[in-house]
């Protein structure tokens, strides 16, 4: 068994696999879809599952495999675990360099030594989701059935479906219970999923700017993007790592109107204003006049290097299909009953595509399940993506409800 070293500990405890459908791979090349003529990037460690997954599409899954990242140590009782879950655009680099862009982690501020979940206490752990396309088995991996990619051959997944993977993986790496789940966005609708369904081996959760299902508006704009990336000639159908080709048109746009929504209108207007870009008066054109284009141009182009299209895809179709309440006859308190653990919900003020509303209805449907809940809103005017900008509150949010959760359990 080889392994590719994370870049920090992990203890060997967490190494023994009690199920004999699970090895432990490595993954170097994996098989992400980015130019041709670009180099591969190495996804850290990885676990191959057997043993098929039956998903909520009704399909199996087999074989599957998990690439996942992890910071600090195991302690001996295995009492100080963080399941970190990452949202659309992200993936298992919390607090590490990525592969492919070279920029820092995700969240490095908020995980590492000393920070609010601080390695020097907790082992952290973050998966890349099922359906991604950073190591996990996604529309970009190789049908076995075919030895093609799957294209849209790969089966519809499902919030839960991502969550039962990652419960596979906590599983291979011996670990029956977390300290707290985290997550922003549609992290957070997984930290809410992992609430619902595995209840006895979820301590505490710290769900950030999400909600209890998806919204009309959300939806929505989900849709824009697939289309986008749909109608572009060079997506062919599903099938455009057969051709040698990348709908990046297609995908760029889809970014661009996605980046709008993690924005708020006074972020925007203080960025950028109606600012030129490079220029002292208007081109009467259609290149980038204001700064404000230019800036969506670049996170459209810079996308497309580090993200599958497919995979936008599907993992966009899981947001959308995500409704708690609907499991449960649209009794969403129903979804928490028997819910040992703690939650902080947060959100902020300025967060339009997941406003306090929509987190105030999951606070309420704790209340109703009699969960311990605490509910925090952020006063902030940066939109949606303030969970993951520098917010001092949201900071001393989390390191104090981390603190006392340690505390009861002695981590």
């Known amino acids: 068994m080889r392994l590719t070293p994370p870049p920090a500990r992990l203890s060997k405890p967490a190494l023994l696999l009690g199920d004999p459908k699970t090895r432990m791979t490595e993954i170097a090349n994996p098989r992400f879809l980015r ?46 675990v963080v399941l970190i879950c990452h949202a659309l655009t992200m993936d298992q680099f919390v607090s590490s360099a990525h592969p492919i862009t070279g920029k820092p982690g995700w969240w490095e501020d908020m995980v590492g030594p000393g920070k609010p979940i601080d390695t020097d206490r907790f082992f952290v752990v973050c998966a890349n989701v099922l359906g991604g396309c950073m190591g996990t ?30 419960a596979m993986l906590l599983d291979a790496l011996g670990i029956e219970k977390v300290m707290c789940v985290v997550g922003g966005s549609m992290g957070g609708m997984q930290v809410l999923q992992w609430a619902a369904t595995f209840p006895e081996r979820v301590v505490s959760a710290i769900p950030m700017a999400c909600a209890a299902r998806h919204s009309a508006q959300n939806i929505a704009f989900h849709e824009v993007g697939r289309q986008a990336i ?19 048109k297609g995908l760029a746009v889809a970014r661009m109107a996605a980046h709008i929504t993690y924005l708020s209108e006074i972020a925007l207007q203080r960025k950028f204003g109606r600012n030129l870009q490079e220029r002292e008066q208007i081109s009467f054109g259609f290149e980038p006049d204001f700064q404000v284009e230019s800036y969506l141009r670049y996170q459209g182009m810079t996308f497309v290097d580090r993200f599958d299209a497919n995979s936008y895809l599907y993992i966009t179709r899981a947001m959308d299909y995500f409704d708690l309440a609907a499991e449960h006859d649209g009794r969403l308190a129903e979804a ?76």
């Open 35 to 80: 130019p041709v003529t670009a180099s591969d990037a190495d996804v850290g460690r990885a676990i191959t599952f057997d043993a098929p997954l039956l998903l909520d599409c009704g399909r199996s899954l087999s074989p599957i495999t998990v690439a996942y990242m992890t910071y600090g140590t195991l302690n001996a009782s295995r009492s100080n």
């Open 137 to 166: 088995t996604g529309p970009a991996e190789l049908n076995p059935a075919t030895g093609r990619p799957y294209g849209l051959d790969f089966p519809i997944v499902t919030i839960r479906d991502m969550v039962r993977a990652q």
């Open 230 to 248: 749909m109608a572009d000639p060079d997506w062919k159908g599903g099938t455009y790592q057969l051709h040698g080709t990348q709908p990046s």
């Open 336 to 411: 928490f009953q028997g819910s040992k653990a703690r939650f902080c919900i947060i959100s902020f003020t300025s967060d339009w595509l997941f406003p306090t509303s929509e987190n105030k209805l999951v606070a309420h449907a704790l209340n109703a399940s009699t969960a311990t809940v605490s509910f925090v809103e952020i006063k902030t005017d940066r939109g949606h993506d303030a969970f993951l900008l520098d917010e001092p509150e949201m900071y001393a949010t989390v390191r104090g409800f981390m603190n006392s959760v340690a505390a009861s359990v002695g981590a």
